[in-house]
């Protein structure tokens, strides 16, 4: 059963960079056939993808993030990473990572999320 | 505004059985059977209750379904129960530019 958990920091001021860090536990993020990514929750909206990175390598991105978002496997480590630039108050949301089984619609794990607030 | 639309809320009594629906477009609902379901509890993780339009994960009940018609996918629960008061949300695969879409979410309150 894979386990996933998110780090990074609660704060980050306009314009900076968000980067955060999902470590997984469960299995190795080598294995064919998985997707590994991340979702947020805007307060009082509903789910957005941010983008997904296949195990081989290839990566997705929603195209309305893909100038600013940048995922990326740590294999060593068994985790994987997303950075956001240029971050403003619209990107507080709650930050979750997932793990796509199989078919690109298969979000079966989760992290627990982290709450991430855009502000100086 | 979200790429699939859903109705922001709907309910029902127990035991009665409520239908939600999930409209998108030819490129996306309506050209792929991958439509996925997922359940959230407020303060809790998002649960996926369907995927691949029809098909139930390991350990979801079956009184939920899912089907879909066109460019509208459904996700219906029977014999309502208190616990399945929770958001719902639609997810679709929406092709090699897009990916990925979901829904803006519906609110099932358990009346």
């Known amino acids: 059963q894979l386990q996933l958990q998110e780090s990074g920091p609660g704060l980050v001021k306009p314009s900076e960079t968000l980067s955060l860090t999902c470590i997984v536990s469960?299995?190795?993020?080598?294995?064919?056939?998985?997707?590994w990514g991340w979702i947020r929750q805007p307060p009082g909206e509903g789910l957005d993808w941010i983008g997904s990175m296949y195990s081989g390598g290839n990566t997705y991105y929603n195209p309305s993030l893909k100038s600013r978002v940048t995922i990326s496997l740590d294999t060593s480590n068994n985790q994987f990473s997303m950075r956001l630039t240029s971050v403003t108050a619209a990107d507080t949301a709650v930050y979750y990572c997932?793990?796509?089984?199989?078919?690109?619609?298969?979000?079966?794990?989760w992290g627990q999320g982290t709450p991430v607030t855009v502000s100086s | 505004q979200s790429a699939l639309t859903q109705p922001a809320s709907v309910s029902g009594s127990p035991g009665q059985s409520i239908t939600i629906s999930c409209t998108g477009t030819?490129?996306?609902?309506?050209?792929?059977?991958?439509v996925s379901w997922y359940q959230h509890h407020p303060g809790k993780v998002p649960k996926l209750m369907m995927f691949e339009v029809t098909k139930r994960p390991s350990g979801v009940s079956n009184r939920f379904s899912g089907s879909k018609s066109g460019n509208t996918a459904s996700l219906t629960i029977s014999g309502l129960q208190a616990e399945d008061e929770a958001h719902y949300y639609c997810?679709?695969?929406?092709?090699?530019?897009?990916?990925?879409?979901f829904g803006g979410g519906t609110k099932l309150t358990v009346l």
């Open positions: 030819s490129s996306d609902v309506g050209g792929y059977d991958f």
């Open positions: 997810c679709s695969f929406a092709g090699s530019g897009t990916w990925v879409v």
């Open positions: 469960g299995g190795s993020i080598s294995r064919s056939g998985y997707y």
């Open positions: 997932t793990s796509q089984v199989a078919t690109v619609d298969r979000f079966d794990y």
